[in-house]
């Protein structure tokens, strides 16, 4: 991101700024003095937006649902059929890196209930799986080595690991997670968050199956084992002018799904209950159409994406482009020159 770009509009506002305060010093000393809203959010001002000039990122949903061609699979297919020939995380950081991304948020369970580490909570993991790398392990040391940081994504919605739950699968309302389920997600958080160093974002996704209560007590286990991480209860697909407190909060980050903030530009600052807040906002959405590599799904022509791309640097958001590695474990070459591509456009 140009940082440091000044507009001739913006150039100008300031000189006003200074001839204001030549013709009224009294008034404007006693703006200056006014203390600056800080917000009650829990992470501080600065500390959000040094995230937001992160600006740019890589998503990456890899596992049982590239092997089974299903995005929202029921989660009974054999650990077996996770099956990754080629397999290289590193490429996938090196990608990212030279796409000019400044972190990467890797899938690390999704609905099918795989997970791509050794976890102790169940055995339906890399443990068991034709190939058994720990693939968290891998990730965030290649993030470490080539100055990506590494950000990690927990679907609440899990088919196989379900303790009675009941999800959408299910086809009935109302739809829910049991207490059980609660302490299998809280147990495996608490894995990704204390046997791989710093994480600096977390994403949990389709929070609203947890209920407010699970979900805020999740949210202050999450930063009490973190402090400094950042924490995204997704809130799904809407421009999100209007947010869903009920479904997502309380949330660092506020996501804008396969979408984009109004032309106006995203709204920082919010009132929820009464307390405002500072909430930054991220676009996420796949390359192509698909969030998991899916055959024949190729990348969106080189202008949609530039055009995504701009937008969301003009309307104050950060965006986190899906790029999902194909069934050998690897990036495949047409997202690669894609993003090179996207690069060049973009001016990074």
Known sequence: ???NDVSRRGFMAAGGGLLAAAAMPEQVSAEAQKPAKRGNQRLSLEQLQAWEKW?????????MSTYVQNELPDGNAPATTYAPDKLDVAQWVSVARDAGMKYAVLCAKHVAGHCLWPTKYTDYSVVNSTDKTDVLERFVAACRDKGVLPGLYYC???????FGSRTWSDGKEPFYTTSLYHDFQTAQVTELLTQYGAIAEMWIDIPGLLGRGYRTFLYRHIAELQPEIVIMMNSGISTQETYNVDYAWPSDLIAIERSLPVEKGYQKWRTIEGKEYYIPGEVCDPIGKEWFWVEGDVPRPDDALA??????????????L??????????PDESVQALMRLRKNAGL
């Open 322 to 331: 899906d790029v999902p590695p194909d069934k050998h474990g690897l990036i």
């Open 156 to 162: 609440s919605w899990d088919n196989h690991n379900r």
């Open 307 to 320: 055009k995504q791309f701009e937008a969301c640097r003009a309307r104050g958001v950060n965006f986190l």
């Open 55 to 63: 600006g740019y990122g890589m998503f990456i949903h890899f596992g």
């Open 1 to 3: 991101m140009r940082e």
